[in-house]
């Protein structure tokens, strides 16, 4: 509270200095004036010049007791109790008010900012953990089909993934426009909207494959198994895999929770993360999250697939 005060305060002195210098003019004018009445116009004239005798004749020099006299006048003003009643005026009444609504408008954006940004963490928990839940089920659908396990534990897989994959489209509907919103696109920098427009169409293209891919063996065995489901929308010299599209889409998630998620410490900063992390996070998110990746067009050193 003190701080915040202290930099309106700092920004806005010289329209405190204006009112004050204004209050104390009209006090003075008001002192003078008064002062004038009361010794008469003539005697007030004559009391402000000094006559004194030059080769040239007369002429008017300042009073030597001018200095004196204003002193004095200044002296009586600071003491006077209706001076100080005005100057407390000012200060409680009107720029008291002032920087109070300052403070008020300040905490209101600050309320905002940070209300706008638990919206958009929310979002982001969400879309994660929906995420998370559905590459889960993903591979373990996609080893259950490579490992040719029973038509039982087949249907039970198929059936959590289904309800996974439902919920994750789920989430990007609901919670994708929250985060554009937020994070509209600006000029040569990473566009939520994108890379969420991305996510969807590759987990499009994920869920034919794991439904749909065709079991093919594999040239070397991994965990086990002999074989990996193939993506069929693919030709069979590209070969792309069930898992190459999950961990293309995993890593593109991954990616884009770091760089969207803001930090507590800078809701009010006007930042995500830290300008480092930002700079090299939002180039990662423009290679991993390009859809030709995602699909699997090119591999995972950008080549394309022939």
Not at 121 to 139: G, I, K, P, Q, W
Not at 213 to 231: D, F, I, Q, T, W
Request: glycine residues 6%; charged residues 25%.
């Amino acid at each position: 509270m003190l701080q915040a005060l202290k930099d309106t305060l700092s920004q806005q002195w010289m329209l405190i200095a204006r009112c004050m210098a204004i209050g104390l003019s009209l006090w003075a004018a008001f002192e003078a004036f008064r002062e004038y009445l009361r010794g008469g116009a003539e005697s007030s004239v004559l009391s402000l010049r000094w006559r004194t005798l030059t080769r040239k004749g007369f002429r008017i020099a300042p009073d030597p007791k001018q200095g004196r006299r204003r002193r004095r006048l200044v002296d009586r003003l600071s003491r006077h109790p209706a001076v100080l009643v005005i100057l407390g005026f000012l200060l409680s009444g009107i720029v008291g008010t002032w920087v109070t609504h300052l403070l008020d408008q300040q905490q209101r954006e600050r309320e905002s900012m940070a209300k706008s940004m638990d919206t958009v963490r929310s979002s982001m928990d969400d879309l994660s953990a929906a995420f998370s839940d559905y590459f889960n089920r993903s591979v373990a659908f996609v080893n259950l089909r490579e490992s040719d396990a029973t038509q039982p534990l087949l249907s039970a897989a198929r059936a959590d993934y289904e309800t996974a994959y439902d919920k994750w489209q789920q989430r990007l509907t609901v919670d994708g426009p929250n985060i554009q919103e937020r994070y509209p696109a600006p000029e040569n920098d990473v566009s939520a909207g994108v890379v969420i427009g991305n996510l969807r169409a590759a987990s499009g293209f994920v869920n034919d494959c794991v439904e749909q891919g065709k079991l093919r063996e594999r040239k070397v065995p991994v965990r086990g198994s002999n074989y990996h489901v193939v993506c069929t929308d693919t030709s069979a010299a590209a070969e792309i895999t069930a898992d190459d599209r999950l961990i293309a889409t995993g890593v593109c998630m991954n990616l884009f929770m770091i760089l969207m998620r803001p930090n507590p410490n800078n809701d009010y900063a006007g930042r995500r993360v830290s300008d480092i992390v930002w700079k090299t996070t939002a180039k990662q998110v423009k290679d991993y999250c390009d859809v030709r990746r995602l699909l699997g067009v090119v591999d995972a050193s950008g080549k394309e697939r022939h």
